[in-house]
């Protein structure tokens, strides 16, 4: 029995009349908000009548409306299982072009990023990081790539950041224990959402830090907690996250550093550039270009 909403929508998508067509589509896009309104709300917001729901609701297999939002909000909170992301990739993508289906779906996470991060919380988060006297990152499991790499950056720049990856409640608390409120925490989790990245942005928030919170929906435990939210979209129904949309977002909150401290930066920049070019940490293209052409010389006189 398939027990899983989009798998059954996928799956009898082209049974539904016009109506029930645009119930699910608006289902399967913003399910984080058809979850919480009722039959009536959501039929007004997608054209059809209350009744219409009500039966899609049935159509699908649910005994009524209230199990089919059960069924949604359930999604939100624990969003997909592994074997459930399996099952829905399967069933979405068959037997097309997995390459082009992929890279379309990532296209519209960042279009729709653009449309629902608030821009004034952007504003906000950005001299919130610029300002602090320390600046906590704190990713674990799949999200510690995007904290490594905001860490990284922003190391560059500034000498007053610290990286969290543990999944430790003991090492997290050991490199928080100092967090004031003059520092900022920057906590990023998406579905499936760590309950350490929760704690975490508590025990800042009860410190007095500022909280920025990087994640996808308004209705994420993170919000909670949080001074500014910026919303990515990652919900892609796969075995695996994707990571492109908050990859994106991390970019603009970069470079927006940069131009706040434009000068400042430079300057760092300018001496990191002597730095690496009198250790030669780059390679010079015009150098193994050279060397290139020493060697197919050397070989063509033997």
């Given at each position: 029995?398939?027990?899983?909403l989009l798998t059954r929508i996928d799956l009898q998508m082209n049974t539904f009349s016009k109506g029930q067509k645009r119930i699910a589509s608006y289902i399967e896009e913003h399910y984080d908000k058809a979850a919480f309104m009722t039959a009536s709300k959501l039929g007004e917001t997608v054209g059809?009548?209350?009744?219409?729901?009500?039966?899609?609701?049935?159509?699908?297999?649910?005994?009524?409306?209230?199990?089919?939002?059960?069924?949604?909000?359930?999604?939100?909170?624990?969003?997909?299982?592994?074997?459930?992301?399996?099952?829905?990739?399967?069933?979405?993508?068959?037997?097309?072009?997995?390459?082009?289906?992929?890279?379309?779906?990532?296209?519209?996470?960042?279009?729709?990023?653009?449309?629902?991060?608030?821009?004034?919380?952007?504003?906000?988060?950005?001299?919130?990081?610029?300002?602090?006297?320390?600046?906590?990152?704190?990713?674990?499991?799949?999200?510690?790539?995007?904290?490594?790499?905001?860490?990284?950056?922003?190391?560059?720049?500034?000498?007053?950041?610290?990286?969290?990856?543990?999944?430790?409640?003991?090492?997290?608390?050991?490199?928080?224990?100092?967090?004031?409120?003059?520092?900022?925490?920057?906590?990023?989790?998406?579905?499936?959402?760590?309950?350490?990245?929760?704690?975490?942005?508590?025990?800042?928030?009860?410190?007095?830090?500022?909280?920025?919170?990087?994640?996808?929906?308004?209705?994420?435990?993170?919000?909670?907690?949080?001074?500014?939210?910026?919303?990515?979209?990652?919900?892609?129904?796969?075995?695996?996250?994707?990571?492109?949309?908050?990859?994106?977002?991390?970019?603009?909150?970069?470079?927006?550093?940069?131009?706040?401290?434009?000068?400042?930066?430079?300057?760092?920049?300018?001496?990191?550039?002597?730095?690496?070019?009198?250790?030669?940490?780059?390679?010079?293209?015009?150098?193994?270009?050279?060397?290139?052409?020493?060697?197919?010389?050397?070989?063509?006189?033997?």
């Open positions: 029995m398939i027990t899983h059809v009548s209350e009744s219409t729901v009500v039966r899609f609701a049935t159509e699908i297999g649910y005994d009524g409306y209230p199990k089919l939002q059960k069924a949604m909000q359930e999604m939100i909170r624990d969003k997909l299982t592994s074997v459930q992301r399996i099952e829905v990739t399967s069933t979405r993508i068959g037997e097309d072009d997995v390459l082009t289906s992929i890279l379309n779906q990532d296209i519209d996470k960042i279009r729709r990023t653009l449309d629902e991060t608030d821009h004034e919380d952007f504003k906000k988060a950005v001299k919130s990081i610029v300002n602090a006297k320390t600046i906590y990152i704190f990713g674990v499991r799949s999200t510690a790539s995007l904290a490594q790499f905001l860490g990284y950056y922003l190391q560059l720049m500034f000498d007053n950041v610290r990286i969290i990856t543990t999944t430790s409640h003991n090492q997290t608390y050991e490199q928080m224990f100092r967090i004031s409120k003059d520092d900022v925490l920057i906590g990023i989790s998406f579905p499936r959402y760590s309950n350490m990245a929760v704690d975490a942005m508590r025990f800042a928030r009860d410190r007095g830090a500022d909280v920025i919170a990087i994640t996808d929906s308004m209705i994420s435990p993170l919000v909670a907690n949080a001074d500014q939210v910026l919303l990515a979209r990652s919900d892609m129904a796969s075995i695996v996250d994707s990571l492109v949309a908050p990859l994106s977002l991390i970019n603009a909150l970069i470079v927006a550093a940069v131009l706040e401290r434009k000068d400042e930066v430079s300057e760092t920049f300018r001496q990191l550039e002597e730095v690496w070019n009198s250790q030669e940490i780059y390679a010079n293209r015009s150098d193994v270009i050279k060397k290139d052409l020493e060697v197919a010389v050397s070989e063509n006189e033997e």
